[in-house]
């Protein structure tokens, strides 16, 4: 789960990491009293799109306000906005709300982070002098301006570790023993709330000599969500996929790709070697869906009904290997949602392309036979990847 920066900024504050002062809103009128009451003390704000995706500021979702009537005008601008970054698809994701901060007097943008290192099975916390920018482009480009510890979880995060980061930002003495105790809370934070990801981008060093975190991003294990209610609650469904947000709701495993073939497909090694099948044959999948083992009819009809919700979805590969799954219930599940669309005057539109053995197979052909749907059978999946491709080179009826 990830959470907006404004949230990120109110945990680093919890944590004792240094962060602007600021205020959230999500009308133009509370974020000027927010920039109203905040230039009594600063020569300028800054008003920030609150959004997901990083790169905000590239897409003109940060603005610098030094009077009451430019931030007015930043909130205008940004607030309702469709905001697109590199990390948003081209569609962009709109602005419902603006996190506005005393702005700072930037000496200096530096990087830092902790993230879950899957290949070493450990934290690792990186930092950079080059902040600010695209940190993969520094990792590719220039590695020996990224320093990577890896945290043995046994032992925490030792106290050389975190000076020895420090050390690497070249700051000033002062400024050094700051950060080596933010690195030290940093860590704390990530371990303590279960994140996957913390990340700082910018850290600024100020023209006064101070260290803030000017940026927040943070990743949180999903499967430790239960344990931290307080973290579960900043959760914003507005962000998140909408189909993908339909299919938790139904315990269905489903992530959305940049594809154009729906598969359905029981068991996760399963629904990969799908994928890598419909890679081959030089098509791409618009989603996994893992369907399960012993799922209901309306389970399986659910997620029949999902996959077609998604407008990029040209065909659909139900893939299935009945083993605790019954063919018959998918077969019914399958029948059921195409009738309620037709019903609905949604009918389906798309060619199906079905590879099923297993379970009650031959139970689950004969409703599907019977049912009117048209589709074809395929015995294995090299064929039914191959029919696949040969329904997407079709001309579309006009
Ligand atoms: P992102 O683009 O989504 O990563 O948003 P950031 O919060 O990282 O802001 C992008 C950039 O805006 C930063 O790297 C800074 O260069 C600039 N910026 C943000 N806040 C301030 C500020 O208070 N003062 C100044 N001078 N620049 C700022
Ligand atoms: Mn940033």
């Known amino acids: 789960m990830k959470i907006h920066e404004y949230q990120a900024k109110e945990l680093f504050s919890s944590f004792s990491i240094p962060v602007p002062e600021g205020g959230v809103a999500t009308t133009v009128d509370h974020t000027v009293a927010i920039a109203e009451r905040l230039l009594k003390t600063s020569a300028a704000v800054v008003v920030k799109a609150q959004i997901h995706a990083g790169g905000r500021g590239k897409g ?3 603005k610098l306000a030094k009077s009451v009537d430019d931030a007015r005008a930043a909130a205008q601008a940004i607030l309702g906005m469709q905001l697109i970054t590199h990390q948003t698809g081209a569609e962009g994701q709109r602005v419902k709300s603006v996190w506005v901060e005393t702005a700072s007097n930037i000496e200096r943008e530096l990087y830092l982070a902790v ?3 899957r290949a070493s099975a450990r934290p690792v916390l990186m930092a950079s002098e080059a902040g600010g920018m695209d940190i ?7 590695p020996e301006k990224l320093l990577k510890l890896p945290v ?10 975190a000076r020895q980061l420090a050390f690497f930002l070249n700051l000033p003495p002062e400024a050094t023993k700051q950060t080596v105790t933010l690195i030290q809370n940093l860590f704390r934070l990530y371990d303590e709330k279960d994140c996957g990801l913390v990340e700082i981008n910018p850290l600024v060093f100020t023209k006064e000599g101070h260290i803030k975190a000017l940026d927040g991003k943070i990743n949180f294990e999903d499967n430790a969500l239960f344990r931290h209610p307080d973290i579960l609650a900043m959760r914003d469904i507005d962000e998140e996929d909408p189909l993908e947000v339909e299919a938790s709701e139904y315990g269905l495993n489903y992530i959305k790709l940049a594809g154009d073939v729906g598969c359905m497909v029981n068991g996760a090694g399963l629904a990969m070697a799908t994928l890598d099948i419909i890679q081959q044959v030089g098509a791409s999948a618009a989603n996994f869906l893992d369907i399960g083992g012993g799922g209901s009819v309306e389970k ?6 999902l996959l077609l919700k998604d407008p990029t979805v040209k065909a659909l590969f139900i893939n299935i290997f009945g083993g605790i799954l019954r063919c018959d219930r998918l077969a019914q599940g399958i029948v059921n949602a195409a009738q309620q669309l ?5 009918p389906v539109n798309v060619p199906i392309v079905i590879r099923m053995k297993g379970t009650n197979v031959d139970e689950g ?3 599907l036979a019977e049912s009117g749907l048209t589709y074809a ?14 329904f997407l080179r079709q001309p579309v009826p006009a």
């Open 60 to 62: 003109g979702g940060v």
């Open 115 to 117: 993230v879950f290192d």
């Open 136 to 142: 993969e482009e520094v990792a590719e480009h220039t």
């Open 152 to 161: 043995d979880p046994a032992i925490g995060l030792q106290a050389f570790q």
């Open 300 to 305: 399986n009809q659910h997620a029949f009904r």
């Open 342 to 346: 037709k019903q609905e005057g949604k």
């Open 365 to 367: 052909k004969r409703i």
């Open 377 to 390: 059978v395929v015995d294995d999946m090299t064929a039914g990847a191959q029919k696949i491709v040969e």
